[in-house]
């Protein structure tokens, strides 16, 4: 191993749950999310002082762990999923992390369910479902979010992608959104009003 390696692992250590997790969802032909961008959401849900997230497409429960992690220890996380696979995945990644009473696990379609949700009432909105999806998610993230909420969302690894850039020209058409894309087509944008 090289230095590096030995300081992102440092950096971003994967606990016993988190590597349970992502041990299952790769058995299962779902990849999770690098471990990086998990901590990096990690380090989001803390930085938010987040007590409500709500995340769309659960990753077999990765993700979601990452974002426990960082949250207040009080917190709700609520994940929408479609595919009842990764929906039973995730659930059962929460109740060997003995995370299953912080999570509110949903599966049913995410255009279905993200209209009852309430209003400015979470910290963090993830966006993680397919790219084709995003655009027609923005309006509810940025209704779900309070002033100073973060939306974090996943555009995937092809910057052309004609969803993905509707999806950007809507978050940089938002004067309530002050984003960033990051590398690996992650935008993080704050609600600011």
Same mark, same amino acid.
Do not use: M, Y
């Given at each position: 191993m090289d =230095? &590096?390696?030995d300081l992102l692992t440092a950096l971003r250590p994967e606990t016993p749950g988190l590597r349970a997790a992502r041990e299952r969802a790769e058995a299962a032909g779902v990849p999770p999310v690098p471990a990086g &961008? =998990? +901590?990096l959401l990690r380090l989001l849900a803390r930085t938010a002082g987040a007590r409500t997230v709500v995340e769309v497409g659960c990753d077999g429960g990765y993700r979601g762990l990452w974002l426990l992690e960082g949250m207040d220890p009080r917190g709700t *996380? &609520? &994940?929408i999923e479609a595919d009842g696979d990764r929906h %039973? *995945? +995730?659930q059962q990644a929460y109740a060997a992390a003995g995370a299953g009473q912080r999570v509110r696990a949903v599966h049913g379609d995410p255009r279905e369910i993200l209209p009852r949700l309430r !209003? %400015?009432?979470y910290d963090v909105v993830v966006l993680a479902s397919p790219a084709a999806d995003l655009p027609g998610h923005l309006e509810h993230a940025r209704r779900l979010l309070r002033p100073g909420g973060m939306l974090v969302a996943d555009t995937g690894p092809d910057p052309a992608d004609a969803a993905a850039? +509707?999806?950007g020209r809507g978050v940089a058409g938002d004067p !309530? *959104? !002050?984003a960033t894309l990051l590398e690996g087509g992650l935008v993080v944008a704050t609600r600011t009003a």
């Open positions: =230095g &590096t390696h &961008t =998990g +901590a *996380l &609520t &994940t %039973a *995945l +995730a !209003d %400015a009432n850039v +509707a999806f !309530d *959104l !002050d």
